[in-house]
């Protein structure tokens, strides 16, 4: 029986990356697993990917396409998963964006849509969880994705910085206000991970003149990893597992780095 056996979590942006493997692990300690995503085909093929693995560990699967910034659409996603499974136990507010620009060129655009996904889409994240546990009859976890950017600002990526602050922020504010219905409210903050968002970073900072070549930007960020390497998604999901299970029962309110040492805070 798996740590996690009898609990059911969703979690969002959970098609490819960090978020699928956030879920996989989940499925592998016994959860059931929502795995939520704007693109809902692909969402889809994940948990169609894990029907094995959710059988094998004695947990359920399913897929649902959500737009984390439109209230309704989360609180549907949230109904669905509690009709599938039940009750929901465990919410990862993990879906994020970001969009570089020099910082003289960062536009009212730019700073709405990552602010809109980053930070609104946390808010109604935490909140519709909240809800949907306090009516349950209280106890439960949320898990928020934060970043090394949320702990130091970077001159390329001003909004994705603030929008990250913003996840701190509402971590801590969520659970000063949760303590009382025993929900807790966690996050975690990865540094640099080999995912597909990376790649496209990767892109976007050259497009910008950021960065000349490919690679350039990995390799300049994680210059200083103590650990020596970039993490894989596999690198963070002991500590998402952990932050999910009763082993973290007694934590809120705090932001774990899993960066290989890149922000000693």
Request: charge should be negative; include cysteine.
């Amino acid at each position: 029986m798996g740590i996690m056996t009898g609990r059911s979590c969703i979690v969002t942006g959970a098609a490819q990356g960090i978020g699928r493997a956030i879920g996989e692990a989940l499925l592998e300690e016994g959860a059931d697993v929502c795995f939520a995503d704007l693109n809902g085909g692909k969402a889809a093929e994940v948990a169609a990917d894990n029907e094995r693995r959710a059988s094998e560990n004695g947990g359920a699967v399913m897929a649902a396409a959500v737009d984390v910034t439109e209230r309704d659409q989360v609180r549907a996603m949230i109904a669905r998963a509690v009709e599938k499974f039940g009750k929901l136990d465990v919410k990862f507010n993990n879906a994020g964006v970001n969009k570089p620009m020099n910082f003289l060129d960062v536009t009212e655009e730019n700073w709405n849509f990552i602010m809109r996904v980053n930070g609104l889409g946390v808010l109604i994240g935490i909140q519709e969880a909240a809800k949907q546990m306090i009516g349950q009859g209280g106890g439960g976890k949320i898990v928020n994705t934060a970043s090394i950017a949320g702990r130091q600002g970077y001159d390329n990526v001003a909004s994705y910085c603030a929008s990250k602050f913003a996840v701190v922020s509402l971590t801590q504010s969520a659970a000063r206000d949760l303590a009382k219905h025993d929900i807790t409210v966690t996050g975690f903050a990865p540094g640099v991970v080999a995912t597909e968002l990376w790649k496209q970073l990767d892109q976007d900072l050259m497009d910008i003149g950021a960065s000349e070549r490919p690679g350039q930007a990995m390799e300049e960020f994680s210059a200083n990893i103590l650990r020596g390497r970039v993490a894989n998604p596999a690198d963070i999901t002991g500590t998402t597992t952990f932050l999910a299970s009763p082993a973290s029962d007694y934590m809120t309110g705090q932001i774990v780095m899993i960066d290989g040492g890149m922000e000693l805070v």
